[in-house]
């Protein structure tokens, strides 16, 4: 195996998966991550991930811990606001035929990803100030003054990559705004393994287990929710709740009194190309996710495996063939797994009483598969 200089910025699902499968190949990228150590993986929310993702951590050993830390999801299940199940979609077509689908806190999922690379090879509480292109090489200098160069650089900086602008000009990338948000919080104790999502006009709930608590998702149109304030809010969503139905009731109390939630804008982004040179885009930063459909995180990690594996077999006299084809392979694939999660998002995200109604009517006609269409051509590799 070759000597490399790499560079990866960001140590987030991306950029750690992509480092400790390149460490396997015998390249041992530098990461340098934002947030002091700290700080670092304190920000903890709920990931479902796809057989897509969980099966990349098989390559790097990591089946076991991830096992241990998360729980396979059985079913999915779309109620109305007021509680009562539209239908419940077993998610054993997953879980036989691609692998288990399952459910992890980031930080879990993090400190996974962190046991498969050294503790030397992250530094914290850095960035990156300049990045230069020249002959084979980039020069990049560092947020406390250092320079120094790189092979090559993988930009992995999440869906709000500063780093892009590097490589990007403004008009080779854009997001995309659903006008809708909503606060992320926990309850803790009685975990199910259904994942379950009501969804009324103007309001969305979602309750996501993982091994030993509850993710709540509450979320609106934000200039409506944010006027309102989240206890108010949430308080209104109860009321449309029928007492029968304790969870929904149990997690928006806990939403509720969160006082530190955290706050999620949905939108999502995409870019017209990956590579310039020697430098890639990876994850988020590459094309970002909404959270609808939940696979930000496993084609983050789809990805990593395919760019780890270009670069397993690149030499670094012809970096930008490998860059070329590693995104070749990718991002019609993540712009297609992206289209569904935009697609559900206009199902899931109405205002409309009348629209919503006719929704929840149609919805038990459509199976899974149909309303992921795109998703499962990926899971088949037909993207
Ligand atoms: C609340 C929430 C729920 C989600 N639920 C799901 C789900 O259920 N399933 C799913 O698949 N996906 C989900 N996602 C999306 C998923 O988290 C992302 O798609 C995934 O984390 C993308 O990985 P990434 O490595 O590209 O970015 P991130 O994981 O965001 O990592 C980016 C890293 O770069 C660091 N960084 C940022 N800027 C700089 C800089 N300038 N210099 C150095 N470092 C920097 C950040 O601190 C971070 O560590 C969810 C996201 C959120 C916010």
Known sequence: MQD???????????????????SRHGLHPQIVEREPQQQFNCTGYMLGLYPLGGRVLNALDARTAYYNQSIQMEYYEAHRSNGALIKSY????????????RSITRQKLIDILLANVTPEAVRFDTTVANLEQGNDEVRVTFSEGRSERFDLVIIAD????????????DN?????????GGWVSWLHGNPTTSYKEYWGAGSFLGIYPVKDKVGVFLGGPIDIIKEK?????????????????????????????DERP??????DCRTKTWHKGHVVLLGDAATGFLPTAGVGASMAMDSAAALADELSRAHKQHLPYALNLYTQRQKQRVETAQADSRKLAKMIFMKSPVLSKIRNRLLPF??????????????????
Not at 91 to 96: A, G, K, M, S, T
Not at 158 to 169: K, P
Not at 262 to 267: C, G, K, L, N, V
Not at 366 to 383: K, P, W
Request: net charge negative.
């Open 262 to 267: 955290f706050f999620w804008d949905f939108h």
């Open 229 to 257: 304030g989240l206890a108010s809010f949430a308080d209104e969503v109860k009321q449309m709740v029928s007492p029968e139905h304790e969870l929904p009731r149990q997690a928006l109390e806990a939403c509720r009194k």
């Open 366 to 383: 459509y199976s899974l598969q149909q309303i992921l269409s795109d998703l499962s051509n990926v899971m088949e590799g037909r993207s």
């Open 4 to 22: 490399m200089d790499i560079l990866i910025i960001g140590a987030g699902v991306a950029g750690l998966t992509c480092a400790g499968l390149l």
């Open 90 to 101: 077993p998610l054993d077509f997953i879980n036989e035929k691609y692998g288990s689908y």
């Open 158 to 169: 999440g869906l709000h990559s500063e780093t892009r602008d590097f490589i990007l000009d």
């Open 172 to 180: 080779e990338y854009s997001y995309y705004h659903t006008g809708w």
